[in-house]
């Protein structure tokens, strides 16, 4: 479980302006030497009196912040504006189900904050099957895991641990090549360690849009060469389920794929999840003018050609793992096309790719809990593990 702090204070108003600066010095220290955190919101609750919420990754990352204070001249700087601590608390944050129960944890499996994943358990005392989840969001740190809930529940009901994952985005330090890479080959490969009751050897993998590269790029990490990212993985996994993917990242590269730079304050699109760091945003967007993937990779496909080689999944094509494509038909941010190339590409070199259209399926549809294409994933995957079963018991 992630650890959530509560600290209320009071700011004298002249000095309203240099407490927010000097909070915007502090978060960048917390990035840089604070092991666990995950983000802060700061709320204003009297014409004096501050809310500040931080969330840590875990209760001894928590613990850790405390001791080390002011330690460094941003996070000092940021106590010095406050005339009065009101109350510092802390408590535990629940993702809870419908059913109004579920087994989750927080687990870092790195030192950075976004090297951390939600490891959601089923009834039962194991060794349960368990999805690596992916999110999307164009690899930044705009977006985290949490827009993956609705379907963790539903395949944590059907008996599935569910493993879901944060990584290093672009917006962050680490975040692009190779950080991105390694925190999703680290996460996958963390899997049999997470807790005795998960099994290890029954891993499968899902992602959706961004996450949905990651995902198929997992399926053929055995393919990629020594010394680059994801190379020699320790867990291979049953299969990998791709939802709106985007699967040719030189096409992408090309097309100058990425969201544009609009007012983040404007009415979302229906079912798109709201941005988790839109302050991020303005930084991200202005480094942006050739698309998102120049950030992801450090350039454009003619400068590092052989980081587009090894990251995108229609140049891999190989590695043995089957793979669902799943795309909606209406999808007006990632074009069906990437999909549909892969999975011919992979096709040809004899790998098990399955391509499935879902007819009228926006971006953001193929997440839907009760659409037709998450009811084809859960099937498939489902389907992966029995197979899976039925060779052990030959």
Same mark, same amino acid.
């Given at each position: 479980m992630s650890v959530v702090e509560l600290t209320r =204070?009071?700011? !004298?108003?002249?000095? *309203?302006?240099?407490?927010?600066? $000097? %909070?915007?010095?502090?978060?960048?220290?917390?990035?840089?030497? %604070?092991?666990? =955190?995950?983000? !802060?919101?700061? &709320?204003?609750?009297?014409? *004096?009196?501050?809310?500040? #919420? &931080?969330?840590?990754?875990?209760?001894?990352?928590?613990?850790?912040?405390? !001791?080390?204070?002011?330690?460094?001249?941003? #996070?000092?700087? =940021?106590? !010095? *504006?406050?005339? %009065?601590?009101?109350?510092?608390?802390?408590? &535990?944050?629940?993702?809870? $189900?419908?059913?109004?129960?579920?087994? &989750?944890? *927080?687990?870092?499996?790195?030192?950075?904050?976004s090297q951390v994943g939600e490891l959601y358990l089923p009834e039962g005392d194991g060794p349960f099957p368990v999805v690596v989840m992916v999110h999307g969001g164009w690899w930044t740190a705009l977006y985290d895991r949490r827009q993956s809930l609705p379907v963790v529940a539903d395949l944590v009901s059907r008996g599935f641990a569910v493993w879901n994952i944060e990584y290093r985005r672009i917006g962050e330090p680490g975040g692009g090549w190779p950080g991105t890479f390694d925190d999703m080959a680290a996460a996958v490969d963390v899997v049999p360690h997470l807790d005795p009751c998960v099994d290890g050897s029954r891993v499968l993998v899902v992602g959706h849009s961004a996450g949905g590269q990651l995902a198929a790029w997992t399926a053929h990490r055995s393919a990629l060469p020594d010394g680059v990212p994801g190379a020699r993985p320790r867990v291979k996994p049953l299969g990998a389920v791709t939802l709106a993917g985007v699967l040719d990242l030189v096409a992408a590269d090309d097309a100058g794929l990425g969201p544009l730079p609009a007012d983040l304050d404007a009415e979302p699109t229906a079912d798109e999840p709201l941005p988790s760091h839109p302050e991020l945003w303005a930084g991200v967007a202005s480094k942006m003018s050739e698309g998102i993937t120049p950030l992801l990779l450090g350039g454009r496909v003619a400068e590092y050609g052989e980081r587009y080689a090894a990251a995108s999944p229609v140049l891999l094509r190989n590695g043995g793992v089957p793979v669902l494509v799943i795309h909606g038909t209406a999808d007006d941010i990632i074009p069906p096309e990437y999909g549909r190339t892969y999975a011919e590409a992979a096709a040809a070199e004899g790998v098990d790719v399955t391509f499935v259209v879902s007819p009228g399926a926006g971006h953001f549809d193929v997440m839907d809990p009760d659409g037709h294409a998450w009811r084809t994933a859960r099937v498939w995957l489902e389907q992966r593990l029995a197979a899976a079963d039925g060779e052990h018991t030959r």
């Amino acid at each position: 479980m992630s650890v959530v702090e509560l600290t209320r =204070f009071t700011v !004298a108003p002249e000095r *309203t302006s240099e407490m927010l600066e $000097a %909070r915007g010095e502090m978060l960048a220290a917390f990035r840089k030497d %604070r092991r666990g =955190f995950m983000g !802060a919101k700061l &709320v204003r609750v009297a014409d *004096t009196t501050w809310l500040d #919420i &931080v969330e840590w990754a875990d209760a001894q990352a928590y613990d850790e912040s405390r !001791a080390k204070g002011g330690n460094l001249p941003g #996070i000092a700087a =940021f106590f !010095a *504006t406050i005339d %009065r601590l009101v109350s510092a608390d802390s408590g &535990v944050r629940y993702d809870d $189900a419908e059913d109004g129960r579920r087994d &989750v944890r *927080t687990i870092a499996y790195g030192p950075e904050p976004s090297q951390v994943g939600e490891l959601y358990l089923p009834e039962g005392d194991g060794p349960f099957p368990v999805v690596v989840m992916v999110h999307g969001g164009w690899w930044t740190a705009l977006y985290d895991r949490r827009q993956s809930l609705p379907v963790v529940a539903d395949l944590v009901s059907r008996g599935f641990a569910v493993w879901n994952i944060e990584y290093r985005r672009i917006g962050e330090p680490g975040g692009g090549w190779p950080g991105t890479f390694d925190d999703m080959a680290a996460a996958v490969d963390v899997v049999p360690h997470l807790d005795p009751c998960v099994d290890g050897s029954r891993v499968l993998v899902v992602g959706h849009s961004a996450g949905g590269q990651l995902a198929a790029w997992t399926a053929h990490r055995s393919a990629l060469p020594d010394g680059v990212p994801g190379a020699r993985p320790r867990v291979k996994p049953l299969g990998a389920v791709t939802l709106a993917g985007v699967l040719d990242l030189v096409a992408a590269d090309d097309a100058g794929l990425g969201p544009l730079p609009a007012d983040l304050d404007a009415e979302p699109t229906a079912d798109e999840p709201l941005p988790s760091h839109p302050e991020l945003w303005a930084g991200v967007a202005s480094k942006m003018s050739e698309g998102i993937t120049p950030l992801l990779l450090g350039g454009r496909v003619a400068e590092y050609g052989e980081r587009y080689a090894a990251a995108s999944p229609v140049l891999l094509r190989n590695g043995g793992v089957p793979v669902l494509v799943i795309h909606g038909t209406a999808d007006d941010i990632i074009p069906p096309e990437y999909g549909r190339t892969y999975a011919e590409a992979a096709a040809a070199e004899g790998v098990d790719v399955t391509f499935v259209v879902s007819p009228g399926a926006g971006h953001f549809d193929v997440m839907d809990p009760d659409g037709h294409a998450w009811r084809t994933a859960r099937v498939w995957l489902e389907q992966r593990l029995a197979a899976a079963d039925g060779e052990h018991t030959r």
